[in-house]
Each structure stands twice: as C-alpha cells, then as structure tokens.
T-cell receptor
Framework: DGGITQSPKYLFRKEGQNVTLSCEQNLNHDAMYWYRQDPGQGLRLIYYSQIVNDFQKGDIAEGYSVSREKKESFPLTVTSAQKNPTAFYLC?????????????FGPGTRLTVL | AQSVTQPDIHITVSEGASLELRCNYSYGATPYLFWYVQSPGQGLQLLLKYFSGDTLVQGIKGFEAEFKRSQSSFNLRKPSVHWSDAAEYFCAVGSLSSNTGKLIFGQGTTLQVKP
C-alpha cells in the first residue's frame, strides 16, 4: 500500500536536546511538507520541499531544520532553539502533476518536552 | 492576505440531524478548495475537493460541499450525522498561481455528536 509513514508516534525530549522526526513516503510524490498543530491553531507550515535537494521555510521555521536528500524522505529536526516544541507534528506530500495541491498526510508524531 | 476562516470552533449536533460546517476564504486567484477530517491523534484524511466545474461536490462518508464564489464560501454538509463523524474538520485553500503547492488551513471545527 502506498502512503506516508512517520516515526516515532510519540517522542519525549529533554530541554536542550535536538530530536529528529522521520517522514517517509512511497507515493513517488515530488513535494513534501511539515506542519505543526497546536490546539485551536489549525496547521502551521514549518518547511516544505518541492523537489529533492531543495526546501523552503514556511511560516514558523525558526528552531527547526530539514533535509531532502532523497525523494521519499523529508526528516525534520527540532533543535534546542525552538522555544516551545511540545506539539503534534504532521508530514504531508503531494504530486502537483496528478491533482494540484491535494496533500496526503501521515499519522503524525506527538513530541513532548520534559 | 490569503486566509481561510472557519467561524465555528465547536459544534454539537444530535445523531441523525443534519450538519453544516462553514468555511470562508480570501484568495485573489481561482481557489482550489479542500475539506479534511482528523480523528483524535491521527493524520488528516481528504473528504472532498473542488477545482472547477460543478459547484456541488460529493465526497466520502456521505459528505458534500458547495462552492459559492459570490460568498467566498465552501460549506460542508451532511444530511444525517453518525456518531462516528465526531472529529475535527479543516477547510483548506490552495492555488495554481502560487506555484508552491502550499495550502492554507482554517483553524478547524470540532464536531461533537450527541446520542
């Protein structure tokens, strides 16, 4: 089955630590996205990548970093510079050539800072 | 600025009753409109989408939505709600002209279903 996987489902981090969230897709999609979700705030875009080896900042990129070395993978690192990292993180992908802008979502990772 | 507004943060309906969730957008270009549903602790699932053509679109799980350009709205409806419809619903808008594939999401509406 094609889809998007995110791991881990739950992640606990101590203050001052960097953590990396995994996102993998086997849909052969060119574009991938990372969102942060907080209660009552909808989805906010952190980073996005339209093609391998290229990515752009979204609306709330401070304290986060990404890489896009492979088409199927788009890991997100939450650095110690992120002041309030506890949130639900969602990864998505899309293929503009098939259905413009429709995004497919992974199951999410819940990050908690202890 | 581009924006999506879902005026109702929380809605409660009785099982079997009809449902309408509101969505208003502000977008300069021709919009591509979406409704997604999210169960607690899960990712988002696409319910339906509107790109062009018939302004009344049918989706999964018995949902439909109507695009009204004059009102800048894309409201989601269901004639008879089931208890399993309790979830959070997000309206989103995108555009070809942005050339980024980015979507703008509303704040979400939480649906509670009373037995």
């Amino acid at each position: 089955d094609g889809g998007i996987t995110q791991s881990p489902k739950y992640l606990f981090r101590k203050e001052g630590q960097n953590v990396t969230l995994s996102c993998e897709q086997n849909l052969n999609h060119d574009a991938m996205y990372w969102y942060r979700q907080d209660p009552g705030q909808g989805l906010r875009l952190i980073y996005y990548s339209q093609i391998v080896n290229d990515f752009q900042k979204g609306d709330i990129a401070e304290g986060y970093s990404v890489s896009r070395e492979k088409k199927e993978s788009f890991p997100l690192t939450v650095t110690s510079a992120q002041k309030n990292p506890t949130a639900f993180y969602l990864c998505a992908s899309s293929d503009p050539g098939l259905a413009v802008n429709e995004q497919f979502f992974g199951p999410g990772t819940r990050l908690t800072v202890l | 600025a581009q924006s999506v507004t879902q005026p109702d943060i929380h809605i409660t309906v009785s099982e079997g009753a009809s449902l309408e969730l509101r969505c208003n957008y502000s977008y300069g270009a021709t919009p591509y409109l979406f409704w997604y549903v999210q169960s607690p602790g899960q990712g988002l699932q696409l319910l339906l989408k509107y790109f062009s053509g018939d302004t009344l679109v049918q989706g999964i799980k018995g949902f439909e939505a109507e695009f009204k350009r004059s009102q800048s709205s894309f409201n989601l409806r269901k004639p008879s709600v089931h208890w399993s419809d309790a979830a959070e619903y997000f309206c989103a808008v995108g555009s070809l002209s942005s050339n980024t594939g980015k979507l703008i999401f509303g704040q979400g509406t939480t649906l509670q279903v009373k037995p």
